[in-house]
């Protein structure tokens, strides 16, 4: 019999298992955006001048958000949800130092973890960064 | 009519582990368990195919990277005042979730991010403001609250105790419900 939720689960359709992907990581997104700027699902709420169940849908990662609705977002929350691959890269190739202070802080006294965190973020950065720890 | 439940493991991801219960009816152990049943029911339904797809894909989503995080379940009798005010929610009224995708309903009880059972479900009336509205819906949503009421019982007298991701049991562990 537990050949049944095996299957269900093996033949998951790509479009939907994609569908689910996207729609998560754009609400994911958007609750990183509210802890950076402490808002809650009831000030997006007032700002888009919604009712705090339509949010709620919006954000419980099945809803079919389209375009309009997630670029509402961003000029309501005033940052960048969704950004392209060529947009990004564009932005993000500007920066030349990235601040560890918050993490070097958090691993003071304990030089071990503090150095793998040097060490993990040159890798991932390669040659044309400086790593500014301070 | 005597009527118990067992509880038996279906998924485990990184993330999340996922179970389900499974009807004994005077002894005898129904052939599925109530996640079986839900698939059975929904899988071939194309008037839903989507919604069914989504819900499966989501639960793999949350198993392999999200996990179980609390925001992604609403509670049913609250669903008119989301998101859910989770210390306003009665001990009860924290127990039974459901997690959907526009009408096809799929009950489930989230233990902690790690843990969440999975119970029986279907497609809701538009028509019906609630669960407890729709004739089709009501019988798995009771169900729900039933397994979930018992299960927490059985979670606050130690019978079942939490471990990260898991649940520890006697084998011959059983849930007495009211169906």
């Known amino acids: 019999m537990r050949n049944i939720i095996n299957n269900a689960f093996k033949n998951i359709d790509p479009n939907n298992k994609k569908f689910v992907e996207k729609n998560t990581d754009i609400v994911e997104e958007i609750y990183k955006i509210f802890e950076e700027k402490d808002y809650s699902q009831q000030d997006l709420a007032e700002l888009l001048d919604k009712h705090p169940s339509e949010i709620s849908k919006y954000l419980s990662g099945l809803h079919n958000l389209t375009l309009r609705s997630i670029t509402k977002m961003e000029i309501a929350l005033g940052s960048d949800i969704i950004m392209t691959r060529s947009k990004a890269r564009e932005k993000y190739r500007k920066a030349r130092f990235f601040a560890l202070k918050k993490n070097a802080r958090k691993n003071e006294g304990d030089i071990t973890d503090g150095g793998r965190v040097k060490a993990e973020f040159r890798a991932h950065i390669g040659e044309d960064f400086s790593l500014k720890a301070s | ?179």
Not at chain 2, 50 to 72: P, T, V, W
Not at chain 2, 107 to 126: A, E, Q, W
Not at chain 2, 167 to 174: G, P
């Open chain 2, 1 to 179: 009519m005597n009527t118990f439940a067992t509880i038996e493991e279906v998924l485990r991801y990184e993330h999340v582990t996922y179970y389900t219960v499974r009807i004994e009816v005077d002894d005898k152990k129904e052939d599925e368990n109530e996640f079986e049943k839900w698939i059975s029911k929904h899988s071939q339904d194309d008037s839903i195919k989507d919604e069914y797809q989504d819900l499966i894909s989501f639960l793999e989503r949350m198993g392999k990277e999200l996990s179980a995080k609390k925001r992604y379940f609403r509670h049913e009798r609250k669903a008119g005042a989301l998101p859910p005010n989770w210390k306003k929610l009665k001990p009860q009224e924290k127990e039974a979730h459901v997690t959907y995708s526009k009408n096809l309903r799929l009950y489930c009880m989230r233990i902690t991010k790690s843990v969440v059972i999975l119970f029986n479900g279907d497609i809701k009336s538009i028509r019906a403001r609630t669960a407890e509205e729709c004739p089709k819906v009501r019988k798995f949503f009771r169900q729900a609250n039933n397994f979930a009421k018992s299960i927490d019982e059985a979670i606050s007298n130690r019978e079942i105790q939490v471990d990260t991701g898991n649940l520890i049991f006697d084998t011959d562990f059983e849930i007495a419900i009211n169906l």
